[in-house]
């Protein structure tokens, strides 16, 4: 019984930031790998990030990079993804899910959440 929940969606204007939560119960948290990953209509499924459950290390698409950090709280069974200089192409339904490792394919996903950039 592995389940996320997500919180942190919403509007905001380009330039602006936002922080998705991603809570996770039913498991182990601090064992897994834990991404993120975003749809927008039209476009292919993107892995934003992720964020290693061994040394914390952490991998970021080059579209997001410089701009989104992935970080956890093993205490809190939460993974976060603060989005800042936020841009209408990321506008998409975020989704945070869990695996064995950043190399593996991630599953276990949350129920999604949507971000909108719009001026």
């Known amino acids: 019984q592995l389940q996320f929940v997500q919180s942190g969606g919403g509007v905001v204007q380009p330039g602006g930031s936002l922080r998705l939560s991603c809570k996770g119960s039913?498991?182990?948290?601090?064992?897994?790998?834990v991404g993120w990953l975003r749809q927008a209509p039209g476009k292919e499924r993107e892995k934003v990030s992720c964020?290693?459950?061994?040394?914390?290390?952490?991998t970021y698409a080059d579209s997001v990079k410089g701009r989104f950090t992935i970080t956890r709280d093993n205490a809190l069974k939460t993974a976060y993804l603060q989005m800042n200089n936020l841009r209408p192409e990321d506008t998409a339904i975020y989704y945070c899910?869990?695996?064995?490792?950043?190399?593996?394919?991630?599953?276990?996903w949350g129920q999604g959440t949507q971000v909108t950039v719009s001026g």
């Open positions: 039913g498991f182990n948290f601090d064992y897994f790998a």
């Open positions: 899910a869990a695996a064995g490792s950043c190399q593996l394919p991630l599953g276990a």
């Open positions: 964020i290693s459950s061994v040394d914390g290390s952490t």
